[in-house]
């Protein structure tokens, strides 16, 4: 492949709003990684849009693999411009009843993938002296919701590593951001939200739906995007219909 002029890299590439984000990115003539644990989801990827997209399975949690895979796939396209941490799991269960095995899987994914897949680009990105992070945190990491005791931590914690993470970077030209979405329809929300729950998100979210991935993807690319968002890092993006910022509501839905 020819040196790209914008290539970046998205985990959890091949579902929801990763694919949504690996989708929009080809569309605007980047270069794109999608890394992802799932191979049967990556190979329906390549099948989709053959070499506009380079694959790679990777589970985030495994800290040499996920060194040599994005090191890989920066040295293939020449440079590394971005990175989008999508890759996550979700858990919706009473505080008692979760296990500390529970709790300890999500943080690891979520957190701890998310800061090994960061690092990882941004070491690259550093030798190069620009580059763009962006991590997925949540409303779930924003405020209270029933059932959130390990995923709300988990994104709580995204968020503050976001920010911790663009003071360190700042220095190497690297921008650090996050979006956090309010209830996307994706494969990962037709597992875990029951009837109930929609019924709940609807009722606390003014513009009473759930959000499309692409509405999400479409927040990343400009966070991603230097030439739009040059002078935004440490910020945490609510894409959420209004729910983060909501007060009292009619109760009517
Ligand atoms: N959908 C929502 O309502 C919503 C809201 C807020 C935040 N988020 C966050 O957005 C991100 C994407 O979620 P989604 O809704 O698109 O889910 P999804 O399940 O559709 O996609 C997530 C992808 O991550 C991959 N993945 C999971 N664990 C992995 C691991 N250890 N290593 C590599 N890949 C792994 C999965 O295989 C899947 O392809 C997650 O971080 C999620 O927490 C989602």
New binding site residues.
Partial sequence: MAKAERAAIV??G??????ATVERLIGDGWHVGA????EA?LARLRDRHGDTVRVGA????DEGAADHVIAEMAQAFGRLDGLVN?????LDKPALETSVAEFRKVLD??VT?TFITARAAGRIMKEQGSGAIVN?????GMRGSKGRVA?GAS?GAVAIMTQVMAVDLARYGIRVNAV??????????QQVHTPQVRRAYAHHTPMRR?GT?DEIASAICFLLDGSQSGYVTGAILPVDGGFAGAGMMEIEV
């Fill in positions: 985990t959890g091949a579902s929801g709003i990763g694919l890394l992802d644990r799932d989801a990777l589970d985030v949690t999508s890759a996550g799991i979700g994914i979520n993938g997925i945190a949540s409303i779930a995923y994104k956090a979405p309010g209830p996307v329809d994706t494969p990962l929300v759930y991935p």
